[in-house]
Nanobody, 127 residues
Framework: QVQLVESGGGLVQAGGSLRLSCAAS????????MAWFRQATGKEREFVAA????????LYADSVKGRFTISRDTAKNTVYLQMNSLKSEDTAVYYC????????????????????WGQGTQVTVSS
């Protein structure tokens, strides 16, 4: 079925940049929304960003607006999260998620609203 594999995590200094990749496979994602969530140690999983594959309409958490950019590459079946101006508060395991959406449905931000998940990639920002 749908498989999502994240990569690109690592250690970076505060103020630095990192680009995460989510390789998606199993089907066409033209009717899907793709999203990034993160979970810091001892914290709840939280929404980061999402993109509608077909229209490229996006949604961002307030905490990352202006710093993070979500994008997709249809030819590579890959979703990216470009992270700039990283802060120590961004340290977390980052997860890629996906789910089918109808055109009249808005892009969603709840973890429970996505059915498919990758295993995560660790991002550590040193201060």
């Amino acid at each position: 079925q749908v498989q999502l594999v994240e990569s690109g995590g690592g250690l970076v200094q505060a103020g630095g940049s990192l680009r995460l990749s989510c390789a998606a496979s199993g089907r066409s994602f033209s009717n899907y929304d793709m999203a990034w969530f993160r979970q810091a140690t001892g914290k709840e999983r939280e929404f980061v960003a999402a993109i509608r594959w077909s229209t490229m309409n996006t949604l961002y958490a307030d905490s990352v607006k202006g710093r993070f950019t979500i994008s997709r590459d249809t030819a590579k079946n890959t979703v990216y999260l470009q992270m700039n101006s990283l802060k120590s508060e961004d340290t977390a395991v980052y997860y890629c998620a996906a789910d089918r959406r109808s055109p009249w449905q808005g892009v969603r931000s709840g973890p429970g609203e996505y059915d498919y998940w990758g295993q995560g990639t660790q991002v550590t920002v040193s201060s």
